[in-house]
C-alpha cells in the first residue's frame, strides 16, 4: 500500500491523479475528475444524514426569523426600550460572533457530529431561557446562546454535507441544507404571528433536541477521520455512505493520499491560511460573507416588521407572506445550483437584491415627498417580497455552500473560522446599526444596500469560480495552486 501511494504522489507531492493541466478559472472550467467516472450513488443513509443535519439548520432559519415576530410581545411583557431591543436582536450576532472564533478548531478537534451535538445543545439551552425569562438580562442571554449554537451550525452543517456527498449532487444536498433554514425562518415569520413570543420560543428549540438524539445513527465525516488518523473508521464510514456492495477503493485512496499530502504542507498554525496560495480562496469565501451583510440580508431579516410599518403596511400580512414566498425560492435553489451552477445564481440573486433595494429606497423617497401615498406601501410590500425570493435564490445560502467547498482539508477549519467571524461580525454591525441608519434616512439605507448588491455582482463576475460537479480535492488543489501539468 505505501509503494502504490509513492507512485502516486508527483513532484510537487500530490497525488499524481491531482496533477492536471486546467485550472478552475473564475468562468468555471473544470479540469479532469480525479474520481471514477461513474458517481457514486445517493444511499438512503446519505440522504437519512443529511435530514438530521438539516434539523439544526431549522433551528438557526428559526432564531434568524424570532426577532421579527416576536417584537412587540417581548416589548410590552418586558418593557423594553427601542434601544433595549436592539442590543437583544443583535445579542444573536454577539454568540455567533464569539462561535466563530472556535467553530472551526472545535470542528476539527472533536469531529463534525460532536460539535453538531455540543451546538444543538446550548441553543436548546438558550431557548428555554427566552421561554422562561422574566427580565431582559435572561432574554438576551438566551438569544447569545442560541447566537453559539448557530453559528457552529452554520459553519459545520454544509461542512459535514459536502463532505459526504458524492459531486454531482453537493451543490442540491447543500442548498437543501439552506432550505431548511429557510423553513425555519418562515415558521418563525408565520407562527409567531399567530402565538406568543415564549410559545414561539418553545417551538423553535424542538428541531434542536430531535437533532441530539438523532445524530447518535449516523456515521462521521469521512474525510475528518482520515484528517485524524482514524483508517479502519473512515473506511468503514465511507463504506456505510456508498452502499455495502459499492467499490470505495478509488475514492478512499483518492481522499487518503489527498489529505495526507496536504496535512504534510502545513504545520498546524493558524498563519498558514494567510499563504499566499489561499488568497483566492480567503477573498473569494471573506467577500461574499462581507458583500452579503452590508448588502441587507440579517438587516432585513431581523426587521421586517418594523420596516413594513414605517411604510403603514401591515406587519402582520407582510411578514407572513415573506414566510410563504421564501420557500419556493429556495426550492429554486436546491434544483438548480447542480444544473445552472453557483455562479449565474449569484449574480441574478444580486441583480434582484440590488433591483428590490432601489425599488424600496425610491418608494420611500416618494413617502418623505408625500407623493402617491396610497401606493408606496405596496410598492414597499411589493420590494420587500422582492428582496427575500432573490436572496433566497443565491446570496443567503450559497456563500456558506462555496466556503466549504473551496478551503483544503488542511485549512478548512482555520479558513472557515474566519469567514464565519466576518460574517458575523458584519451581521452584527447590521442587526445593531440598521434601526438608526433607517431613522437616519430610509431611502439612504436602501441606496446603500443596492450599491453593495451592485458591487457583488461585479465581484461574483470576476472572482467567484464555478464549482459544480467537481470532486473537492480536484477542485481545492486546482483553485490553491497546488496543481502542475503533468
Known amino acids: 500500500m505505501e509503494g502504490l501511494e509513492r507512485e502516486r504522489l508527483g513532484e510537487d507531492g500530490l497525488p499524481t491523479s ?23 450513488a445517493v444511499t438512503p443513509l446519505v440522504v437519512f444524514s443529511t435530514l438530521v443535519v438539516v434539523s439544526g439548520s431549522v433551528v438557526t432559519g428559526c432564531a434568524m426569523g424570532y ?10 411583557d418586558l418593557g423594553l426600550s427601542a434601544a433595549a431591543y436592539s442590543l437583544f436582536g443583535s445579542m444573536l450576532t454577539i454568540g455567533g460572533l464569539v462561535a466563530a472564533l472556535l467553530n472551526g478548531t472545535i470542528t476539527d478537534v472533536i ?15 438558550g431557548w428555554l431561557s427566552i421561554v422562561f425569562t422574566k427580565n431582559a438580562w435572561w432574554l ?9 449554537g448557530v453559528g457552529v451550525t452554520v459553519y459545520v452543517a454544509p461542512v459535514y454535507i459536502a463532505e459526504i456527498t458524492p459531486k454531482n449532487v453537493r451543490g442540491a444536498f447543500a442548498s437543501f441544507n439552506q432550505s431548511m433554514q429557510a423553513c425555519g425562518f418562515s415558521l418563525a415569520y ?5 402565538v406568543s413570543w415564549r410559545t414561539l420560543a418553545l417551538i423553535g428549540g424542538i428541531p434542536g433536541v430531535i437533532q441530539i438524539f438523532s445524530l447518535y445513527f449516523i456515521p462521521e465525516s469521512p474525510r475528518w477521520l482520515v484528517k485524524v ?8 464510514a465511507l463504506q456505510r455512505l456508498r ?3 459499492a467499490d470505495i477503493s478509488q475514492e478512499a485512496a483518492d481522499i487518503t493520499v489527498y489529505t495526507e499530502t496536504f496535512e504534510r504542507q502545513s504545520h498546524s498554525r493558524f498563519l498558514d491560511v494567510f499563504q499566499k496560495r489561499y488568497a483566492h480562496s480567503l477573498t473569494i469565501g471573506l467577500g461574499l460573507m462581507l458583500l452579503q451583510q452590508f448588502g441587507g440580508a440579517s438587516a432585513f431579516s431581523y426587521y421586517a416588521s418594523s420596516i413594513f410599518e414605517s411604510a403603514d403596511f401591515s406587519s402582520s400580512i407582510g411578514t407572513r407572506s415573506v414566510a410563504i414566498v421564501v420557500m419556493p425560492a429556495f426550492a429554486v435553489t436546491v434544483i438548480f445550483t447542480d444544473k445552472a451552477g453557483r455562479r449565474p445564481l449569484l449574480m441574478v440573486s444580486s441583480a434582484g437584491m440590488c433591483l428590490s433595494c432601489l425599488i424600496l429606497g425610491l418608494s420611500f423617497y416618494m413617502q418623505d415627498l408625500h407623493i ?15 428582496y427575500f425570493v432573490t436572496l433566497s435564490v443565491g446570496m443567503a445560502g450559497l456563500p456558506w455552500i462555496l466556503m466549504s467547498e473551496i478551503f483544503p482539508v488542511n485549512v478548512r477549519g482555520r479558513a472557515g473560522s474566519m469567514v464565519s467571524f466576518a460574517h458575523w461580525s458584519c451581521s452584527w454591525i447590521m442587526s445593531y446599526t440598521f434601526n438608526f441608519m433607517f431613522e437616519w434616512s430610509a431611502p439612504g439605507t436602501c441606496f446603500i444596500f443596492a450599491g453593495v448588491c451592485g458591487l457583488a455582482i461585479l465581484f461574483t463576475a470576476k472572482l467567484v469560480p464555478e464549482t459544480k460537479e467537481q470532486a473537492l480535492e480536484e477542485m481545492q488543489a486546482s483553485l490553491n495552486h497546488f496543481s502542475a501539468v503533468s
Open 229 to 236: 488518523g482514524r483508517k479502519r473508521e473512515f473506511e468503514a
Open 18 to 40: 491531482l496533477l492536471f493541466p486546467k485550472e478552475v478559472s473564475a468562468h468555471g472550467s473544470h479540469g479532469s475528475s480525479i474520481m471514477s467516472s461513474t458517481d457514486p
Open 111 to 125: 469531529g463534525r457530529k460532536r460539535t453538531m451535538w455540543l451546538s444543538q445543545i446550548l441553543s436548546t439551552a
Open 190 to 194: 408565520f407562527v409567531g404571528t399567530i
Open 372 to 386: 402617491c401615498k396610497d401606493v408606496t406601501p405596496i410598492l414597499v410590500f411589493l420590494a420587500i417580497l422582492a
Open 67 to 76: 426577532s421579527s415576530p416576536a417584537m412587540s410581545g417581548i416589548k410590552e
Open 140 to 148: 438576551d442571554a438566551g438569544r447569545a446562546l442560541i447566537g453559539f
Open 243 to 245: 452502499g455495502k456492495s
